[in-house]
């Protein structure tokens, strides 16, 4: 067998799901992350939001290793339920989700909210992200809720060299 007929590692895709549809693996992240890492309740996870939403799940060699979804709530766009399962973490793959994720729900909205947990406002801030309000919990973590409008939007460099 030669070069060429050998399977490629490390191909990174990315597939949208509209609510329930091809659920599988977008449940299967969530429940890893969220659930059993972070404790949440799985009834505060899978929410009503799940049915109206699009969900984008990230493979990296055909395996879901990241989720995240973009949902109206009836008053603004939101972005949220950002999972990436451990062995894929630190190695940009939720860099990559929420980029794709952002770029999708900004072409529909003049405006995007999050539910940010404290510890990552300096990622989401990198896109144009500005916290406000207060800090709440939620499921025993400090949140934030953060607003991103079109015209604030950036895609930061990863090489460095902004």
């Known amino acids: ?4 007929d050998k399977r490629q590692e490390g191909i990174i895709t990315n597939k949208w799901f509209l609510g329930k549809s091809e659920f599988k693996d977008i449940k299967k992240i ?9 404790l949440v309740d799985e009834k505060e996870e ?3 939001f799940d ?31 950002i999972a990436v399962l451990k062995p894929f973490r630190g190695i940009g793959i939720g860099d990559l989700l929420i980029r794709v994720l952002l770029v999708k729900v900004l072409k529909s909205s003049n ?39 079109r015209e604030d939007f950036t895609l930061p460099s990863k090489c460095g060299c902004d």
């Open 1 to 4: 067998m030669g070069n060429n």
């Open 30 to 38: 969530r429940r890893e992350v969220f659930i059993k890492e972070f």
């Open 46 to 48: 899978f929410d009503s």
């Open 51 to 81: 049915r109206y939403a699009v969900h984008a799940v990230v493979y990296i060699d055909d395996i879901p290793s990241a989720t995240g979804r973009i949902w109206h709530d009836g008053k603004k766009a939101m972005v949220g339920n």
């Open 111 to 149: 405006e995007v909210e999050i539910c940010s947990p404290v510890y990552l406002n300096s990622f989401f801030s990198k896109f144009g992200f500005k916290a406000v309000g207060e800090k709440f919990n939620k499921s025993g973590i400090s949140y934030i809720k953060m607003n991103l409008k």
